[in-house]
């Protein structure tokens, strides 16, 4: 299977997980009108095919390590199936923290949402396999929290005058579902971290291919619940709605999610090398939310005609997030 050999390998491995975690959301741009419960099933499509694609490919060529399917084989239940827990995780953080977006708004519950996950995500991945130096990569996660900080007060300041209070109760809801979002979400990646560990661990292609059956069989239930009764308050929506949707907004949910799934699984991958670690994969591949924000920036112009003091802001964002990545990504090396 393919296995950075390299420092080097692993940390491109690392950009392009934060090119693919940071730019997937394009494709619900390009998808006007479609209900999120409604994309998540093409979404959770890509991801399940996507994961299986890699799998039978870099997953299975080279000289180094398994195959997948031998892989398969010769893994523990127990690290089967905690992957596949880590995609169940995964899966209700997300769409926890898509409710919450909808209801409290980018600048309440992205922040709260993605920088709570990001510091229990390090933290705890950190705890279960100690890998790089701590200072480096917990300072670097400091500034790269800063960074969401900013950014979230840049769309304060962009949206003053356009949201409720936060004293709301609806926004009070939006809080708390971030809050629940990023818990969950920090906890998913440990999980697949134990998965890849032990004399019967799963490789990270096999980790990543039981990951995204775990979000696929979690979907069921939960998105399907939420097709009903909505947590942002809209209304109700049915499959007829589904199949009445353009064919290209379902090919760029598919597209969506197979982007998702290849930054997973290079990061799962780059988590694997020697010197890199989980705790350090991971908080680089959060790096996305200043993937996101360049995307939002300077393609989507959402801050076109924004207050100066929110450019300032966004400014420093880049500022912060960069030096902090740079820390990060040097941890392993000292």
Known sequence: MFEPQSYAGALVCMAVTMLCWGSWANTRKLTPGFRFPLFYWDYVSGLLAATLVLGLTLGSMGATGRSLTDDLAQAGAGNLTLAMISGVDFNVANLLLVAAIEVAGLAVAFPVGIGLALVVGAVSSYVVNPAGNAEM???????????????????????????????????????????????????????VARAMQGSHAAGPYSASLLFALGVALCALPVNGALMRWPLDGGKPTTLRAYGDAPMRWHLWGALGGAVWALGATLNFVAAEAGRVGPAVSYAMGQGATMVTAAWGVFVWREFAGAPRAARWLLAAMFTLFLAGLTLVALAPLH
């Open 137 to 191: 990569l917990f300072g670097g996660v400091a500034l790269v929290v800063a960074a969401i900080v900013c950014d979230a007060a840049a769309y304060r300041l962009r949206e003053r005058g356009q949201r409720a209070n936060t004293q709301h109760p609806t926004a009070q809801r939006g809080i708390w579902l971030s809050v629940a979002a990023g818990l969950l979400m920090g906890t998913f990646y440990p999980l």
